[in-house]
């Protein structure tokens, strides 16, 4: 499917083109570079009947399988892997085999937020022998029956600094977390929501930059938004990178101010 350059030059690229873009991402020295990957509603909601799928277009759906080609891994909430029924991140053997030319490992590797370890064990990412899943949590306990090679990263496990900790109720700061998956090797994440998890990783400061795809459709209702929880004081700035369109689809795509 084409998808046209609105911004900030006229052209028409395809859904590969648009991803491949994050190879050349300046990838910090202490953590890896973060990207948000989201869809929302024209009226802002990114759930309709507590899931994203029915939000995306088919154009959507072609991206959001290419930027999960591109990086390193794929982070994702209890909440959304559990709601979403995470599978296998790339099932298409021509991703595949493109990721493994560009010298990525042929699946991402798949980082599954969950503070109290209320992921199922049963969902398909995690019944899937070929899939390499990282658990973050606060929980000493372990998923059991789990048919693919899960590890856990713990509090207790990695160095934080007092600024990680600052003001936080809960002892899961993502900062040491996403340092430590720095020094193991990875240089790029994808992050998909929740909302929750979004939040978290922009108050700390974790965030690179925002995919927004914005569906021609209105679900009103009070379901949640791209990030939820006290305001941001002052309102995080983000900076306009390019804007595509296919399907009817816009794709927004932001820089964070760092």
Do not use: W
């Not at 029924?85 to 099932?91: A, F, M, P, Q, T």
């Amino acid at each position: 499917m084409d998808f046209e350059r609105l911004y900030p030059e006229p052209g028409t690229r395809g859904a590969r083109d648009v991803a491949t873009d994050l190879r050349e991402a300046d990838v910090p020295d202490d953590r890896p570079y973060v990207a948000l990957n989201m869809v929302s509603t024209t009226d802002g909601r990114i759930t309709v009947g507590g899931r994203s799928g029915p939000i995306g277009g088919a154009a959507d759906r072609e991206l959001f399988h290419e930027l999960r080609a591109n990086v390193d891994a794929v982070m994702a909430g209890a909440a959304t892997v559990n709601t979403e029924r995470y599978g296998r991140l790339v099932r298409d053997e021509d991703r595949r085999r493109r990721r493994a030319e560009a010298g990525l490992a042929p699946d991402p590797l798949a980082v599954v937020v969950s503070a109290r370890l209320s992921v199922s064990p049963d969902v398909p990412l995690l019944q899937d022998p070929d899939s390499s899943v990282v658990v973050i949590t606060e929980s000493e306990d372990e998923l059991e029956g789990c048919r693919a090679s899960v590890r856990y990263l713990r509090p207790s496990e990695v160095e934080a600094t007092p600024e990680d900790l600052s003001g936080r109720v809960s002892l899961l700061a993502l900062a040491p977390m996403m340092r430590r998956l720095r020094a193991d090797g990875i240089g790029t994440v994808m992050c998909e929501g929740g909302s929750m998890l979004t939040a978290a990783l922009l108050r700390e400061g974790l965030v690179d930059e925002l995919f927004l795809a914005l569906a021609p459709k209105l679900a009103a209702g009070t379901g949640p938004t791209i990030v939820s929880g006290p305001p941001f004081e002052p309102p995080l700035e983000m900076t306009l990178r390019a804007v595509h369109e296919a399907g009817g689809d816009l794709f927004l795509r932001y820089r964070l101010h760092r």
